[in-house]
C-alpha cells in the first residue's frame, strides 16, 4: 500500500506556505547578482535584486522575477516556508541591498562591502539550509513573548 504525498502548490497564487524550491529560486537569483556585482564591480547590477525584492515585497511572489526564473530549474520541493518568515528575510535582503548601494553611492566602500557580504553570508547559508533569518526572527518573537510575560 503506498502512501501519497501531499500535493504542491504549483500555483503562483498568494499562499501561506511557498514552496521551498520557490524560496531557493529568489535566493538564487540575488547570489547570482551579487556575484556579477563583484566579478564585474558594476553595483548598479544590484538594482535588479532590490527592485526585485521591492515588487515581490509589494505584490507577492507571484511577480518575482528570480522565482519565475530560477525555481523551473530546481526540484519540485515538498517542504514550505511561512510566508511570513519569507516577508521578514525579504525586508532583510531589501535593507542590505539599501546599505550596500546607500554606502557604494557614499564612496563608504567598507561598509559597502561589509553589508554585502553579510546579504551573502545568509543567502549562501539559506541556500545551504540554514536560515539566518529564520533564527533572527524566532529569537525576535521570543524576546517579545518574554517582555509580554513581564508586563503581566
Given amino acids: 500500500m503506498m502512501m501519497s504525498q501531499p500535493a504542491v502548490n ?15 529560486g529568489n535566493q538564487l537569483g540575488i547570489l547570482l547578482s551579487v556575484i556579477a556585482t563583484v566579478l564585474t564591480q558594476q553595483w548598479w547590477i544590484l538594482v535588479l535584486p532590490l527592485a526585485v525584492q521591492l515588487i515581490s515585497r509589494a505584490y507577492g511572489v507571484k511577480y518575482n522575477l528570480f522565482v519565475r526564473l530560477f525555481s523551473p530549474l530546481l526540484p519540485v520541493s515538498q517542504r514550505t516556508e511561512a510566508r ?9 535582503a531589501i535593507l542590505f541591498l539599501v546599505v550596500t548601494l546607500a554606502a557604494h553611492y557614499f564612496g563608504l566602500t567598507l561598509l559597502s562591502y561589509i553589508s554585502l557580504g553579510m546579504l551573502t553570508a545568509a543567502v549562501v547559508a539559506a ?7 529564520c533564527f533572527m526572527y524566532f529569537q525576535y518573537k521570543q524576546f517579545r513573548f518574554r517582555q509580554a510575560a513581564k508586563t503581566k
Fill in 84 to 92: 511570513e518568515l519569507l516577508r521578514f528575510n525579504n525586508l532583510l
Fill in 10 to 24: 504549483l500555483s503562483y497564487e498568494c499562499v501561506e506556505e511557498v514552496p521551498l524550491h520557490r524560496v531557493r
Fill in 127 to 133: 541556500l545551504s539550509g540554514f536560515c539566518l533569518g
